[in-house]
């Protein structure tokens, strides 16, 4: 059973970089069947597609945030990182972690997602 | 980037009713469109995805449709535990794209 789980301080001070992790156990980055993707949501609202990691390091990020973000695999091999640079109060949303989609062209969603950590961006 | 268009945005029906959602990308994702379902407080969950592949352990009254830039969501007989928001999300091209969401809510 593939289960992922997000962590990360949920508090952030405005100008300062937002970082948080997923820990992913019964799937491995290494396996290279699927992409990795960060996905938020603010309170009441809808989902935005951050970026997704691919086993390398290949990364792919949204352009409405790609100056500000770094996805990338921690040191222990089944962790990914995420990091959000000079966060203001519109980054304040629910963070999710999610594997998929699928590698190779195949047509496939996000398949398993973590619970989500809220981050709040306030001074 | 491909904007995905979900209507309505909120729709109220019977248990039993047969309750459509659409979806409607503004440029050809061939089937690289999925539906989810999001309970208050839970994370989204894969119904269907290309289209209409139903995920293992969802019930068979949900169903999905469509190719190229025009696709549906069918409830065949709506049930109280359904109530949730569903979201499309187009994977074709970078950046992936969610609809807006349709709260579906039981009369």
């Known amino acids: 059973q593939v289960q992922l789980q997000e962590s990360g301080p949920g508090l952030v001070k405005p100008s300062q970089t937002l970082s948080l992790t997923c820990s992913v156990s019964?799937?491995?980055?290494?396996?290279?069947?699927?992409?990795w993707s960060w996905i938020r949501q603010p309170a009441g609202k809808g989902l935005e597609w951050i970026g997704r990691?691919?086993?390398?390091?290949?990364?792919e990020y949204n352009p409405s945030l790609k100056s500000r973000v770094i996805i990338s695999q921690d040191t222990s091999e089944n962790l990914l990182s995420l990091k959000l640079t000079s966060v203001t109060a519109a980054d304040t949303a629910m963070y999710y972690c999610?594997?998929?989609?699928?590698?190779?062209?195949?047509?496939?969603?996000?398949?398993?997602w973590g619970q989500g950590t809220l981050v709040t961006v306030s001074s | 980037d491909i904007q995905m268009t979900q209507s309505p945005s909120s729709l109220s029906a019977s248990v039993g009713d047969r309750v459509t959602i659409t979806c409607r990308a503004s440029?050809?994702?061939?089937?690289?469109l999925h539906w989810y379902q999001q309970k208050p407080g839970r994370a989204p969950k894969l119904l269907i995805d290309a289209a209409s592949t139903l995920q293992s352990g969802v019930p068979s009254r949900f169903s999905g449709s469509g190719l190229g830039t025009d696709f549906t969501l069918t409830i065949s007989s709506l049930q109280p535990e359904d109530v949730a928001t569903y979201y499309c999300?187009?994977?074709?091209?970078?950046?992936?794209?969610f609809g807006q969401g349709t709260k579906l809510e039981i009369k």
């Open positions: 990691f691919y086993v390398g390091g290949v990364t």
């Open positions: 019964g799937d491995s980055f290494s396996s290279g069947s699927y992409y």
């Open positions: 999610a594997r998929g989609p699928p590698h190779g062209g195949t047509s496939g969603g996000h398949d398993y």
């Open positions: 440029q050809n994702i061939y089937n690289y």
């Open positions: 999300e187009g994977t074709f091209s970078i950046p992936h794209t």
